[in-house]
């Protein structure tokens, strides 16, 4: 059985507790490979490393920085099929998509951030008569960033290419559940001429390995994506160590379709909102609200389609959804499909585990769901499920639609479909949300704040607003 390393000081290294993980392949039920079941330990080793590469690193210059980092982005490039087999086999998402979505912007993300620095700027302010202030960026040194496993290395790369762009030095953590493209990114970096020591990859699990990360007093800033309940189990943790944080949390994200919108696209795009991923993408429309007139038309289409909506092991080309990405999590959604029915929903498709034959009959397979009749403050539709569930509301204005598209804890993300012009901008305006597509959904552009409002989360990464959180300001004034 294949065990992966931890990555410390440029050198695949054993967990120093020399104790394991079983890591699950979706798609089969089994266990393919083991991952190191690191601690504290590991963590301290990564810390003292990456505080020697700091010096060296902060100070080589944004062009020095820069050329390593699209190096390693083209890394990941020329490697492409052995990454995407490997998110693919890792995660239970079909091959298609790794293909398509994550590996890809894994390679923008570094390259993206290479090119960013180049152009990052700082403020003056000039005070008349008086002096001069100017503020300048400098990186804060030694930086923590933990990731899901929805989008293994798309989010992992998200979060380390500005850190490390703006002279950071990393320790990081990938999911667990996820470990592997993480696994192979070391020896990419290695590759592309990153010093020793500047980027440290740890895998175990969140309350071994995460935890020892977020309470290390070396790490200055946290910067997470996860669950709302982590979130908040380390915002308690690192606030009192008065750490710099980026919370990027769950959701619960409402898609809003009005009578005049584009019928056919509104169905297409909510096909992908909805199921995309197993419908495992933080920013997955799981509430959808339908006004009246087009309730029933759009319902009746929205079903027909699942037909071809194939759940199917991720290396079948046709397959448009695989499996989701462990038993637990496959337990956890299927436990919320019952609660529906108790609540007193109508599945109208789905609504149960897929099982497939052969060798992937005990894979983590669930039908893509739709349930009608619930009530918007019913649980179902206030928490987070994160799988390939829906359900589809309807309502006659828009004041409705917003009050129950604004109902829930969370505030990540949010769709909207017409085609007035006015009312686009009244919604956009009104719902709450740290991202608002109209007419589209998951449209990306890398250079806009990203994030949420309310538990979905604190501060924004993407563009400057990465750049910013990596680095901290000092303000000079000079009197005339
Ligand atoms: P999770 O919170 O269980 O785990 C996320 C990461 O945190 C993992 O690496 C995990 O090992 C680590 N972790 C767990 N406990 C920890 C602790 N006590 N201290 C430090 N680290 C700890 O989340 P998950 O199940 O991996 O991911 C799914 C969640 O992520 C969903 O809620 C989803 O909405 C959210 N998500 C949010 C965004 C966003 O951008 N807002 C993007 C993707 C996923």
Known sequence: MEKLSNFINGQYVAPSSGRYLDNYEPATGQVYSLIPDSDAQDVEQAVLAAEAAFPAWSTMGIEGRAAILRKLSEGIEANMEAFVAAESKDNGKPLSLAQHVDIPRAVSNFHFFA???????????????????????????????????????????????????????????????????????????????????????????????????????????????????????????????????????????????????????????????????????????SRIFIERPIYEQFKEAFVAAMAKNKVSFPTDPEAKMGAVVSKPHMEKILSYIE??????????????????????????????????GLHYTCRTNQEEIFGPVVTITPFDTEEEALTMANSTQYGLAATVWTSDLKRAHRVADQVQAGIVWVNAWLVRDLRTPFGGVKASGVGREGGWEALRFFTEAKNVFIKY
């Open 115 to 285: 090119t960013a620095i180049e152009h990052f700027a700082s403020e003056s302010h000039q005070m008349e008569g008086v002096g001069l202030n100017y503020t300048t960026r400098k990186p804060i040194g030694v930086v923590g960033c933990i990731s899901p496993w929805n989008l293994p290395l798309y989010l992992f790369s998200w979060k380390i290419a500005p850190a490390l762009a703006a002279g950071n030095c990393v320790v990081a953590k990938p999911s667990e559940v996820t470990p592997y493209t993480a696994y192979m990114l070391g020896k990419i970096a290695k590759e592309a001429g990153l010093p020793d020591g500047v980027l440290n990859i740890l895998h175990g699990t969140g309350p071994n390995v995460g935890d020892a990360i977020v309470k290390h007093p070396k790490i200055k800033a946290i910067s997470f994506t996860g669950g709302t309940k982590t979130g908040e189990y380390i915002a308690q943790t690192a606030g009192p160590m008065f750490k710099k944080l980026s919370l990027e949390l769950g959701g619960k994200n409402p898609n809003i379709i009005f009578a005049d919108c584009d019928f056919k696209d509104a169905l297409s795009t909510t096909i992908r909102s909805s199921f995309a991923n197993q419908g495992q993408i933080c920013l997955c429309g």
């Open 339 to 372: 609660l529906a029915k108790e609540e007193g929903g109508t599945i109208l498709c789905g609504g149960k585990r897929k099982i497939l034959d052969g060798a992937h009959a005990e894979g983590y397979y669930i039908e893509p769901t739709i349930i009608e």
